[in-house]
């Protein structure tokens, strides 16, 4: 697999731009066929000159004008930046690869989560098919409907291999590397050294990962010698919700204190000092639909809440 072959977005140009004489929006059509209509405020609110040196909006929506109507918009001689300028005779410069974000976004189809059990078999994609367009695919797209899926054929001589698999799907690391590094080994440390119970010789019971932090960790790389076990929360959240409401809704409203508390380990991660207090079940608001899942016994509290 080469170093870093992910396919960057921001390769993604400009075609053409119109302003739609009647709402006013800006309609773009991008160099891979994408087109995306954007609001006049949309546009002044990502503009670069609405940017701070840390990257911070200087000028909020509440802050800029309502009713801003574009009189000329244009596409930049590189291809990379639309150019608007407004009536008001104020000027946006928006980068064409933000904007193609949106628009992808916006594009893609709602997919149908499935539930994994017993009799699913579980999705396996080859290591060296990664490199290929396709084969990223084949992963991404398990991981959406599934949530799961396994890589075979790693290459046991590669102990970079993992985080390979990370920069194919991100494009850089996206382990917490403030609490871990980049990738790390789960071995069992000498007795006292132990910064987790993953290090030592105790059962690791079923877990999600990094329940202590407000951002939960959206996908998991490890390699080991046997599979599994797996459990599906988002299926076991559903059949709560079927065998016990009352239950399910007690999870979904009382917050539970999620806690990561350790310093003076003598091992290769860091001190830390993380709470975050989140019901174990968030639901969409719109659709009512699970979302997320936070499943971890022993790193949990009492609730916070009387």
């Given at each position: 697999?080469?170093?870093?072959?992910?396919?960057?977005?921001?390769?993604?140009?400009?075609?053409?731009?119109?302003?739609?004489?009647?709402?006013?929006?800006?309609?773009?059509?991008?160099?891979?066929?994408?087109?995306a209509d954007f609001?006049?405020?949309?546009?002044?609110?990502?503009?670069?000159?609405?940017?701070?040196?840390?990257?911070?909006?200087?000028?909020?929506?509440?802050?800029?004008?309502?009713?801003?109507?574009?009189?000329?918009?244009?596409?930049?001689?590189?291809?990379?930046?639309?150019?608007?300028?407004?009536?008001?005779?104020?000027?946006?410069?928006?980068?064409?690869?933000?904007?193609?974000?949106?628009?992808?976004?916006?594009?893609?189809?709602?997919?149908?989560?499935?539930?994994?059990?017993?009799?699913?078999?579980?999705?396996?994609?080859?290591?060296?098919?990664?490199?290929?367009?396709?084969?990223?695919?084949?992963?991404?797209?398990?991981?959406?409907?599934?949530?799961?899926?396994?890589?075979?054929?790693?290459?046991?001589?590669?102990?970079?291999?993992?985080?390979?698999?990370?920069?194919?799907?991100?494009?850089?690391?996206?382990?917490?590397?403030?609490?871990?590094?980049?990738?790390?080994?789960?071995?069992?440390?000498?007795?006292?050294?132990?910064?987790?119970?993953?290090?030592?010789?105790?059962?690791?019971?079923?877990?999600?990962?990094?329940?202590?932090?407000c951002s939960t960790?959206?996908?998991?790389?490890?390699?080991?010698?046997?599979?599994?076990?797996?459990?599906?929360?988002?299926?076991?959240?559903?059949?709560?919700?079927?065998?016990?409401?009352?239950?399910?809704?007690?999870?979904?409203?009382?917050?539970?204190?999620?806690?990561?508390?350790?310093?003076?380990?003598?091992?290769?991660?860091?001190?830390?000092?993380?709470?975050?207090?989140?019901?174990?079940?968030?639901?969409?608001?719109?659709?009512?639909?699970?979302?997320?899942?936070?499943?971890?016994?022993?790193?949990?509290?009492?609730?916070?809440?009387?």
């Amino acid at each position: 697999m080469p170093a870093n072959p992910t396919p960057h977005l921001d390769a993604v140009t400009a075609k053409s731009v119109r302003v739609s004489p009647c709402e006013g929006f800006v309609s773009v059509c991008f160099s891979d066929g994408l087109a995306a209509d954007f609001h006049p405020l949309h546009l002044l609110h990502s503009s670069s000159s609405n940017e701070g040196a840390a990257r911070e909006k200087i000028r909020t929506i509440a802050e800029l004008p309502g009713d801003a109507k574009v009189s000329a918009c244009e596409i930049s001689s590189d291809l990379s930046r639309l150019l608007v300028t407004y009536e008001n005779r104020e000027t946006a410069e928006v980068s064409v690869s933000l904007l193609h974000r949106y628009a992808v976004a916006w594009s893609a189809p709602r997919t149908h989560r499935a539930y994994l059990d017993s009799a699913t078999p579980v999705p396996r994609v080859d290591f060296d098919s990664l490199e290929s367009d396709d084969g990223l695919l084949s992963l991404l797209s398990a991981i959406d409907k599934w949530g799961l899926v396994v890589v075979h054929g790693l290459p046991p001589e590669d102990p970079n291999c993992v985080s390979r698999i990370a920069h194919r799907i991100t494009g850089h690391p996206s382990s917490p590397a403030h609490l871990y590094g980049e990738t790390f080994d789960v071995r069992t440390s000498a007795p006292g050294q132990a910064s987790n119970v993953a290090y030592t010789s105790e059962p690791l019971k079923l877990h999600c990962d990094l329940v202590s932090s407000c951002s939960t960790a959206s996908n998991s790389i490890r390699t080991a010698s046997l599979e599994g076990p797996f459990i599906d929360a988002f299926a076991a959240a559903e059949e709560l919700r079927q065998r016990n409401p009352e239950a399910f809704k007690t999870l979904c409203a009382i917050p539970a204190s999620f806690k990561k508390i350790r310093s003076g380990v003598k091992a290769e991660t860091f001190d830390a000092t993380m709470t975050f207090h989140a019901p174990h079940v968030t639901l969409d608001p719109r659709t009512e639909e699970v979302i997320n899942v936070r499943w971890s016994p022993q790193f949990e509290d009492l609730p916070v809440c009387r």
